[in-house]
C-alpha cells in the first residue's frame, strides 16, 4: 500500500490465531508489519502485540492488547521493544493496571576496527 504522493510504502502479512479462555478470546496476528520511507530509504519493522476481548459471554466487554510489541529501524541501528502488561483475569489479581507498559530503546552502533 503506497500513500498518494509516494513518500512511504506499507507491506506485510498476517497470520491470525486466536483461541477461547473461559469468558474471553485471546488472538494475535503474526507476521511483520514494513513502513518503507521513500526519501531517505528507511525501513521501519513492526511486530503487533496480542489481544484479549473479555466479556464474551458475560460481563463488561474490555478489549486490552498485551505481551510484547517491537519496532526495529535496521539503518539507523535502533531497536525499540514496548512490554504491555496482561490485566487480571477473572480469578487472578492484576499486578498492574491494564494501561501500564515500559519500553526499551536499544542503540546498536557498528564500530569498525581500525
Given amino acids: 500500500m503506497n500513500d498518494y504522493a509516494g513518500r512511504y510504502t ?12 473461559g469468558n474471553s478470546l485471546v488472538g494475535r496476528q503474526e507476521g511483520p508489519n514494513n513502513i518503507h520511507f521513500t526519501d531517505d ?6 511486530v ?4 484479549t476481548i473479555s466479556g464474551m459471554l458475560f460481563g463488561a466487554r ?17 531497536l525499540c521493544k514496548i512490554q504491555l502488561y496482561e490485566g487480571g483475569g477473572f480469578f487472578q489479581k492484576r499486578l498492574h493496571p491494564s494501561d501500564f507498559f ?6 546498536q552502533r557498528k564500530f569498525n576496527k581500525m
Wanted: net charge negative; glycine share 4%.
Fill in 10 to 21: 506499507y507491506s506485510g502479512h498476517y497470520e491470525y490465531k486466536a483461541s477461547i479462555k
Fill in 41 to 46: 530509504n528507511q525501513k521501519i519493522t513492526y
Fill in 48 to 51: 503487533l502485540p496480542q489481544i
Fill in 62 to 78: 474490555i478489549i486490552e492488547w498485551f505481551g510484547n510489541m517491537q519496532f526495529k529501524d535496521e539503518k539507523n541501528d535502533l
Fill in 102 to 107: 515500559e519500553f526499551f530503546l536499544q542503540i
